[in-house]
């Protein structure tokens, strides 16, 4: 093919996914997650979920951490796992990405 002939081959545009900045309180995350407050609270406080911890509503949390909300109820639910269980599956899944 020589350069001046356009490229006809298909392409394809890579898109980064960015979580939205943290916005849901502590009761709207429960609320869209069907999760009581005290069971995020809990999960914040181990470190299973991550809030933005500055500003009066402290803390707020992202489209990352109703996700995995989600799935750790599921797991609990669904396997009757403990939070230290869920708290050692997600040290464990951390140390793999690092």
Do not use: N
Request: hydrophobic share 40%.
């Amino acid at each position: 093919m020589s350069s001046s002939e356009p490229d006809s081959r298909p392409s394809a545009a890579l898109i980064l996914y960015r979580s939205s900045p943290p916005r849901y309180s502590v009761a709207s995350l429960a609320e869209l997650a069907r999760v009581h407050p005290e069971m995020i609270l809990c999960y914040w406080r181990l470190g299973l979920l991550s809030g933005e911890t500055e500003g009066p509503q402290a803390p707020l949390f992202d489209d990352d951490a109703l996700f995995l909300l989600k799935r750790l109820e599921q797991l609990r639910k669904d396997y009757g796992l403990s939070v230290r269980a869920l708290r050692l599956l997600a040290d464990a899944l951390r140390s793999q990405e690092e």
